[in-house]
């Protein structure tokens, strides 16, 4: 009912095609209130179709599934975790000590220190144990970078990419030959 109720709150489109592949990415949050922002990430990710499965595991109030969801990740096909949070924002860092697939941390914006609190949190991993960080609240980098690194196997991927790269380089000039008229 979750995981449907998450969907929901995805863009329409961005459901198509998902419910009976095998998830690649793994996306979770420490909460429900983190969705806003985690949303650009599944969005990213099912625009440039790659199957993702969208999970609340708080590393704080559920520590038990955030455990049993690191732990069995792997083994159900997830090749890539991206974890966001916010504050003490430690599921990235977690999941990351007990899985070893490449683990992407999302600082999400908190009410009180401007996300330097989520993003110091993630960022500063000891040695032996990385967080691919990204900017606070930046969730569709996290999964543009998922989608490179899944790319390195995958052609298909690869040319979606180059793809988004050229989108984005002609939007930059058609607005920049907008201005000079
Ligand atoms: C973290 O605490 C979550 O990732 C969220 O960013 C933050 C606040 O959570 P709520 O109090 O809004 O549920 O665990």
């Not at 609340?56 to 890539?80: D, K, W």
């Not at 930046?138 to 995958?154: S, Y």
């Amino acid at each position: 009912i979750l995981e449907r109720w998450l969907n929901s709150m995805l863009s329409e489109e961005s459901l198509e095609g998902q419910i009976f592949t095998v998830p690649r990415v793994g996306i979770i949050m420490g909460s429900d209130s983190d969705l806003p922002v985690m949303r650009d990430a599944a969005n990213i990710l099912n625009s440039l179709g790659v199957p993702i499965e969208v999970r609340i595991v708080s590393a704080h109030r559920t520590p038990e599934m955030m455990y049993s969801y690191a732990l069995s990740a792997r083994e159900r096909g997830i090749q890539i975790i991206i974890a966001g949070a916010g504050g003490a924002a430690h599921l990235p860092g977690m999941v990351a000590a007990l899985t070893p697939l490449p683990v992407i941390g999302v600082p999400v914006l908190s009410s009180s220190l401007d996300g330097v609190d989520s993003l110091l949190s993630i960022v500063q991993m000891p040695r032996g144990v990385p967080v691919a960080t990204v900017a606070i609240n930046n969730a569709r980098n996290a999964g543009l970078l998922a989608a490179r690194i899944l790319a390195v196997g995958d052609a298909d991927m690869q040319a979606r990419i180059i793809q988004y790269q050229q989108d984005m380089k002609d939007d930059v000039l058609r607005k920049a030959d907008k201005l000079e008229k």
